[in-house]
C-alpha cells in the first residue's frame, strides 16, 4: 500500500511514484534535477513522509549534519568531537559545516544537508531566526539545537545558562575589587552573547559599579589584540581595572597586548574569559574563565538526535548545563 500523499507529491513534480519514493530512501539514485522537483513539491504540499518510510529513510544516509559557529574556535572543535563519538557509535557519521559566524555560509550549509537527505541536523545557529530550520521539521528530519535554546519550545535543545555565567564571571571581578567593568563581546545577534551581556551588566550595575559595553563582529585572537591596543591606549580614569571578554579566543589577544604595553595583570586589570578551552591554562598568565562542558554539549546533543530518530521513553528534549568559574591568576581574588 503507497503511502496516499506520496501520489500528490509525485503528480505535482512530474515523476513517478518510485522517483518519489527514492528521493526520500536512496537520493543516490535520483538526479539533482529531479530531488529538486520533489523537495519543491514536498514543500509545496506539506507532505510528511509516514513513519515507516522515514524509519526505512533513517538507516540509508547512515549521516547527520552539523552546523557550528566556528571551528577554529577550541570551544566549537570540542563540541564536534563529543557529537562525533556518539553518533558514531550508533553507527552515524557526522557532516561538519563551519558557519564563520555568516548566515549565508550557514544557509548553503543547510541546502547541502538537505540534498544529501541526511538522517538529523546540528545546529548552533548564527542568528536570531530559526525559520531556516522549518524545511527540516516539514520532512520529518530532526533538528537539534546546540548551545541555544528554543524559546518557542519547537525545537529540541542544549545549552549553558549564558546569563548565569556572566553573573558568576562579573561577580568573581567584582569580590576582586573591580570598580569599573567592561563586557566586550559579540555580536549580538548571537544570543549566547545577549545573555552573558544580560548577567554582567545586571550584576554590576546591582553593584554600583561603573559599567561598559564594547560590542564586537567576531571573537578571535587578533581583534582581542587590536582591542588590547585600544584599551591600553584609554586615559587611566576611563581605564576599566576588570575586563569579562565574551571567549577565551578574544580574552586571551586582550591579555597578550596588555602584558606587551606593560600593564599588570591582574595587579592593574584583571581578565576573565568564557568556555575554559585548553589554551586558557596555558596563557603566559592563566586565563581565568567560565567553563562550558563543550565536550558533553556536543555528545548529549547528538544523544538528543539519535532519540529523535530511534525513540527511547523518557528522554528529556531540552538540556540546560551549568557554567563553573575556573579562577586562575589573571584575576585578583
Ligand atoms: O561563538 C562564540 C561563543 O559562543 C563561543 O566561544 C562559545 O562561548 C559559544 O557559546
Known amino acids: ?33 529531479a530531488a529538486a522537483r520533489v523537495t519543491e513539491a514536498i514543500e509545496t504540499l506539506g507532505y510528511v513522509p509516514n513513519v515507516a518510510a522515514r524509519q526505512l529513510r533513517a538507516g540509508r544516509s547512515n549521516a547527520i549534519g552539523m552546523a557550528v559557529l566556528n571551528i577554529t574556535n577550541p570551544f566549537f572543535s570540542d563540541v564536534v568531537l563529543g557529537a562525533e563519538e556518539v553518533a558514531e557509535l550508533a ?22 544537508f538537505e540534498r544529501q537527505r541526511l ?32 524559546h518557542d519550545g519547537v525545537f529540541p535543545s542544549i545549552s549553558l545558562d549564558d546569563v548565569l555565567g556572566g553573573v558568576l564571571a562579573t561577580t568573581h571581578l567584582l569580590e576582586g575589587g573591580a570598580r569599573h567593568i567592561a563586557f566586550i563581546g559579540g555580536p549580538m545577534r548571537v544570543s549566547q552573547m545577549k545573555e552573558r551581556l544580560e548577567g554582567a551588566r545586571r550584576t554590576v ?67 576573565i574569559g568564557y568556555d575554559d578551552i585548553d589554551f586558557a591554562g596555558a596563557a603566559v598568565v592563566p ?37 563553573v568559574l575556573v579562577p586562575r591568576q589573571s584575576t585578583r581574588h
Not at 96 to 107: L, M, P, Q, T
Not at 122 to 137: K, N
Open 91 to 112: 553507527g552515524y557519521s557526522v557532516i561538519v559545516g563551519n558557519s564563520y559566524d555568516s548566515a549565508e555560509r550557514e544557509a548553503r550549509y543547510l541546502d547541502l
Open 1 to 33: 500500500m503507497v503511502d496516499v500523499g506520496i501520489r500528490e507529491v509525485a503528480a505535482l513534480a512530474g515523476v513517478s511514484v518510485s522517483t518519489v519514493s527514492n528521493a526520500l530512501n536512496r537520493p543516490e539514485l535520483v538526479s539533482r534535477k
Open 119 to 150: 538522517d538529523g541536523i546540528l545546529i548552533a545557529p548564527v542568528g536570531e531566526s530559526l525559520e531556516m530550520l522549518d524545511r527540516f521539521r516539514r520532512r520529518d528530519v530532526p533538528v537539534v539545537l546546540v548551545d541555544r535554546v528554543d
Open 287 to 323: 586565563l581565568t574563565s567560565v567553563r562550558q562542558p563543550s565536550h558533553d554539549i556536543g555528545g548529549h546533543a547528538a544523544k538528543l538526535l539519535l532519540q529523535q530518530l530511534a525513540p527511547v521513553e523518557g528522554f528529556s528534549l531540552r538540556t540546560r548545563f551549568e557554567p
Open 205 to 271: 550595575e546591582a553593584a554600583g559599579a561603573r559599567f561598559t559595553f564594547i560590542e564586537t563582529e567576531t571573537l578571535n585572537p587578533q581583534l582581542g589584540r587590536e582591542l588590547g591596543d585600544r584599551i591600553a591606549a584609554l586615559p587611566l580614569e576611563d581605564r576599566p581595572d576588570g575586563i569579562f571578554a565574551g571567549n577565551d579566543h578574544l580574552a586571551l589577544g586582550i591579555l597578550q597586548r596588555l602584558i606587551g604595553h606593560g600593564i599588570s595583570v591582574p595587579g592593574e586589570v584583571s581578565i
